[in-house]
């Protein structure tokens, strides 16, 4: 995956699920669906989940990001940060899984 740096967060749809779309360093776009967003170690990040154009995940890879918004500008586009340190990705992967065992434990049957 080519990393993103301080991308904002821009063209939000308001559809049955919430995107959005990233431009990766090599110029290609892509559109992500919003699964979450997660707190790890009083920092935000952000799970997505990379769509073809038909809006569908081939190969259900999710992609971890900090997540930013400005407090001081409700107006501000948040922004998305490559997450370098390893430790700390591995620290989101981890409260994704258990954010996805909760909404597991949660479902209806």
């Not at 967003?37 to 769509?51: H, N, Q, S, W």
């Not at 340190?85 to 996805?100: G, P, R």
Request: proline content about 4%; glycine content about 2%.
């Amino acid at each position: 995956m080519d990393k993103q740096e301080n991308t904002p967060v821009s063209d939000i749809e308001q559809d049955e699920e919430m995107t959005v779309e990233l431009e990766l360093d090599d110029g290609t776009k892509v559109n992500c669906a919003i699964i979450t967003i997660l707190t790890v170690a009083e920092k935000d990040y952000i799970a997505l989940l990379p769509m073809d154009e038909n809006g569908e995940s081939t190969d259900g890879e999710v992609w971890f990001y900090e997540y930013d918004e400005d407090e001081n500008d409700v107006n501000a586009e948040p922004t998305l940060t490559y997450i370098e340190d390893d430790a700390v990705y591995e620290a989101v992967a981890d409260a994704f899984d258990e954010f996805l065992d909760n909404e597991e434990f949660d479902a209806p049957e």
